[in-house]
């Protein structure tokens, strides 16, 4: 069966789709010998050969997915350059490539998922996708009701306004406060208080896209379950585009080709 470029480099787990695209455009992908940069392009796994700097990708018949509890202290990514501590020292891989799906500050701790799917990374991770995220977050002063009212609309960014979030206190000190985002920004949830004039004391992710962090310790991972790999699909699917309304016509406009009676006979005026 044939499928896009992309989209199969994805799926064996290579990186992301996006990261996938710039390999296709930096010319380090051939099909069947011949250097391809076009990432729309039709490739059948089953017959043709791809593969990226010399060496075969293969899409394996199965995926892996990793639910990790994150400590502080510990960088999101696969390889970090000044030697820090990173999520891929605590888990597994094995022979897969496993690689991080969207990002935690290092700062930050808690839920992390980790995969070879680079297709459902993607989507994951997709703007258009709005895939929720719950963050427990620990704060420096009170949080006002108003305060929560703005997060509830919106607030205003040195990069744009966020998006509606949901936000409720879940202590009797007020300083303790549940909140769930659409995007995925740098350091959000830590801009957003820091605009209220608070300060986050402890950010810990305790949700993404119906996954929950649960009684995982620190440091911890655990295989996904079929059934959250089938939420995390549900998810990450394309949000149905609203229907905008007919317009009606003006009244005037309906008058005037209103049927009128001529003569015993019925005509449009």
Partial sequence: MQERLHKFLARSGLAS??????????????????VVTAAVMMVDPASDIV?????????????????????????????????????????PSGDRRLFPVGRLDMDSEGLLLLTDDGELAFSLTHPSRQVPKTYRVEL???????????????????????????????????????????????????RMFASLGNEVVRLTRIAFGGVRLGDLASGAWRDLTFDEVAQLRAASAPKPTPKSRPKSRPKADRKAHAPVCAKGRWRKA
């Fill in 17 to 34: 789709r996006r990261k996938c695209e710039g390999l296709i455009r930096e010319g380090r992908v051939t099909v069947n010998g011949s």
């Fill in 51 to 91: 593969e990226v700097d010399g060496v075969r990708v293969v899409a394996p018949a199965d995926h892996v997915y990793i639910a990790l509890h994150k400590p502080a202290g510990v960088v999101t990514t696969v390889v970090d350059t000044h030697g820090r501590p990173t999520v891929m020292d605590l888990v």
């Fill in 140 to 190: 420096a002063r009170r949080v006002r009701p108003e305060h929560l009212r703005r997060i509830k609309r919106g607030i205003e960014l040195e990069d744009g306004v966020t998006a509606p979030a949901e936000a409720r206190v879940v202590d009797r000190t007020g300083r303790v406060v549940e909140i769930t985002i659409l995007e995925g920004r740098k350091r959000q949830v830590r």
